[in-house]
């Protein structure tokens, strides 16, 4: 492989690694605004189950003032028909007794119901607050988490941006800008392996004269995809790649050993 292919493969790998980092990066401040939604949701949910409370106790008030009002009402009618002086009138009390004491069992009936919701409310109340304690732990600690890793990835992407800045010099100019444009059109990737004779990217076949080219360091000419247009590089599998042989004969032994 030429010198100057090999450093545009590092060059590659550098920034597909920036590329990840990146998006990695623009992932978070959606994470900590989700984590912040969640808080900002247990705290609404104290606050509205404080104010049902709140609501409730007023209610009671009025509800108590009803019952007294009617009551004071239902007493005034009784005082004064003791006093009057026609059958009628005496009868039109009666009946206006009768409703004020229907209105206080009314009053009475909604104070009392409202004292039982008042009841769970307390609870509810209560119950919220806890939820909303285990939340702001629960949530401190992954906010605490995803700004420590923001800050590993942001150093990551720094290191990975000054290793890239140090491969510039030693690329061709025009191949660096042959490079940028083909990957500024594929996703940042300008560059394909050749393997079996094609495209590592697109699968097109690549004529063995070429192919013959790609392998040898002393070639000065660069080569395209004829399809996708990408910078064509001989891939050397690395040392790893080629272990299976090793293992084989491994089993193999263990094989002949076993029978
Ligand atoms: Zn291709």
Not at 94 to 109: C, D, G, L, P, R
Not at 170 to 199: F, M, N, Q, S, W
Not at 225 to 249: D, K, T, V
Request: aromatic share 6%.
């Amino acid at each position: 492989m030429q010198p100057e292919i090999k450093r545009l493969v590092e060059l590659q790998a550098a920034d597909s690694e920036i590329t990840r980092l990146r998006s990695r990066l623009n992932a978070f401040p959606q994470q900590l605004t989700e984590i912040e939604k969640r808080l900002a949701e247990g705290k609404q949910h104290v606050t509205a189950k404080k104010n049902s409370l709140t609501e409730s106790l007023k209610d009671r008030k009025k509800y108590e003032l009803d019952v007294e009002a009617w009551k004071e009402r239902a007493k005034k009618y009784r005082d004064q028909s003791f006093t009057v002086k026609t059958n009628e009138a005496y009868k039109a009390l009666q009946h206006e007794i009768e409703h004020a004491e229907k209105e206080v069992a009314q009053a009475e009936e909604r104070l009392l119901a409202r004292m039982v919701d008042g009841e769970q409310f307390d609870v509810d109340v209560k119950s919220a607050e806890h939820q909303l304690k285990e939340i702001e732990r629960d949530t401190g600690a992954a906010r605490q988490k995803a700004q420590a890793e923001q800050a590993a990835v942001q150093k990551e992407l720094e290191a990975k941006q000054a290793q890239r800045a140090q491969l510039l010099p030693d690329i061709p100019k025009d191949l660096l800008e042959t490079y940028e444009r083909i990957a500024a059109r594929h996703h940042g990737v300008g560059l394909a392996a050749v393997r079996d004779e094609a495209c590592g990217s697109c699968g097109m076949r690549v004529i063995p004269h070429t192919f013959q080219l790609l392998r040898r360091d002393d070639s000065k000419q660069i080569f395209q995809c004829e399809n996708c247009s990408r910078i064509l590089y001989y891939f050397e599998p690395p040392p790893a790649e080629a272990a299976p042989s090793g293992e084989q004969a491994n089993s193999a032994s263990a094989t002949t050993r076993d029978s």
